[in-house]
């Protein structure tokens, strides 16, 4: 009977910490990136631990350095978390522009907050200065 509980809290701890497609704002209009989905793995976001994200979408330019990314997170209006990422660490620039998938992996900073709803606005720009996408949506982070 043990074995049966314990297998049953791991299939849910594993259900926990699956990844997520996550209802996101695109809060960028005429950028690089037309972006139709974010999947976020693992989902609640753990922090100070790797989280990888997967966006898909259509370019209308390459992806070319030096790319950044802009991650900002709000509660109540007020910044409670931010970071700055280089692109072209993330994936092997040039992206070229028939790619529709990308998925890089960063750390999130264990300055995270965790337990609080949280609006993250993540704002990339290409290398040729164009936005390259921006999306926000709210998330709680988690101490996983």
Same mark, same amino acid.
């Given at each position: 009977?043990?074995?049966?509980?314990?297998?049953?809290?791991?299939?849910? *701890?594993?259900?926990?910490?699956? !990844?997520?497609?996550? &209802?996101?704002?695109?809060? *960028?209009?005429?950028?690089?990136?037309?972006?139709?989905?974010?999947?976020?793995?693992?989902?609640?976001?753990?922090?100070? %631990?790797?989280?990888?994200?997967?966006?898909? /979408?259509?370019?209308?330019?390459?992806?070319? *350095?030096? @790319?950044?990314?802009?991650? $900002? !997170?709000?509660?109540? /209006? &007020?910044?409670?978390?931010? %970071? @700055?990422?280089?692109?072209?660490?993330?994936? &092997?620039?040039?992206?070229? %522009?028939?790619?529709?998938?990308? +998925?890089?992996?960063?750390?999130?900073?264990? &300055?995270?907050?965790? !337990? $609080?709803?949280?609006?993250?606005?993540? +704002? *990339? +720009?290409? /290398?040729?200065?164009?936005?390259?996408?921006? /999306?926000?949506?709210?998330?709680? !982070? @988690?101490?996983?």
């Amino acid at each position: 009977m043990k074995f049966f509980a314990a297998a049953i809290a791991l299939a849910v *701890a594993a259900v926990a910490n699956a !990844g997520s497609y996550v &209802s996101f704002t695109d809060c *960028a209009s005429g950028s690089d990136l037309t972006l139709n989905t974010l999947y976020l793995d693992p989902y609640p976001i753990c922090v100070g %631990q790797d989280v990888c994200a997967t966006i898909t /979408g259509t370019l209308s330019a390459d992806v070319t *350095a030096p @790319s950044t990314m802009s991650i $900002i !997170g709000t509660y109540f /209006g &007020s910044t409670v978390y931010t %970071q @700055s990422l280089d692109v072209c660490t993330l994936v &092997s620039c040039p992206v070229p %522009q028939s790619t529709t998938s990308m +998925t890089f992996c960063f750390p999130v900073l264990s &300055s995270a907050p965790a !337990g $609080i709803p949280v609006v993250l606005t993540i +704002t *990339a +720009t290409n /290398g040729n200065g164009n936005t390259l996408f921006c /999306g926000s949506f709210t998330t709680t !982070g @988690s101490n996983c």
